[in-house]
């Protein structure tokens, strides 16, 4: 079985600023997790993966995630947001045996004030 | 490549009503999963096919249904449409047999239903 929990269902953040968007994860089998950007209207785009390589994942526009297990975290961070940033981003846990299988969180809607 | 692809964009039924929706998996992926993404939540696992059967199913009624056809792309049926219904139904492809594929599902742009 697998659950994600995102908490904070809004967070805002000045343009620039550290962006934190968190993730916790449960799984009863070693995980596959992602993180994915969603704009209104859009399917889902691939932001990074951890996939049991290195624990700290860089992934597409500046973003990265840190997998802790001791946590059982996937927490997504950006150093200075943009404007474009502005989204809804979705947390998943995928058993490593079936990447198309997953379990998402409830999402973050991120705003970038100017 | 042209990714994965579904049709159509959007459709408007009425309560009681049956809906098709389609997908063409990405090239080199065998693999097809269904997720209902309700206004404010998350996607939701519906059912994956893979070689041309339901391998996994999630928690929704029979109403739900689907078939992949030999060149991997997949219909999604739901007879019986309740006003519930209504949400965002994303395709992703993925590769089961290997490949850079492997680790990662790659989804569509979706499809939007509406019932009224």
């Known amino acids: 079985a697998q659950s994600v929990t995102q908490l904070g269902s809004h967070v805002s953040v000045s343009e620039g600023a550290l962006v934190l968007l968190r993730c916790n994860y449960s799984s009863s089998v070693p995980p596959y997790l992602f993180w994915y950007v969603q704009y209104p209207n859009q399917g889902l785009q691939l932001l990074l993966k951890y996939t049991s390589a290195a624990t700290l994942v860089k992934g597409i526009n500046g973003f990265e995630a840190e997998f802790k297990k001791s946590e059982t975290s996937f927490h997504l961070t950006k150093p200075s947001a943009h404007m474009s940033d502005a989204a809804e981003y979705f947390c998943a846990v995928t058993p490593n045996t079936n990447a198309g299988k997953s379990t998402f969180g409830d999402g973050t809607t991120l705003t970038v004030k100017p | 490549d042209a990714g994965v692809t579904q049709s159509p964009t959007h459709l408007i039924k009425t309560r009681g009503q049956q809906v098709t929706l389609r997908c063409s998996p990405k090239s080199g992926h065998d693999t097809v999963s269904w997720y209902q993404q309700a206004l404010g939540q998350g996607p939701q696992f519906i059912f994956q096919y893979y070689e041309e059967e339901e391998r996994q199913r999630g928690n929704f009624p029979d109403r739900f249904s689907g078939h992949q056809f030999p060149n991997y792309s997949s219909e999604l049926n739901v007879n019986a449409l309740l006003l519930g219904d209504s949400a965002l139904y994303l395709c992703?492809?993925?590769?089961?047999?290997?490949?850079?594929?492997?680790?990662?599902?790659?989804f569509g742009p979706g499809t939007r239903l509406t019932v009224l």
């Open positions: 992703a492809s993925s590769s089961l047999i290997g490949g850079e594929a492997y680790n990662e599902q790659f």
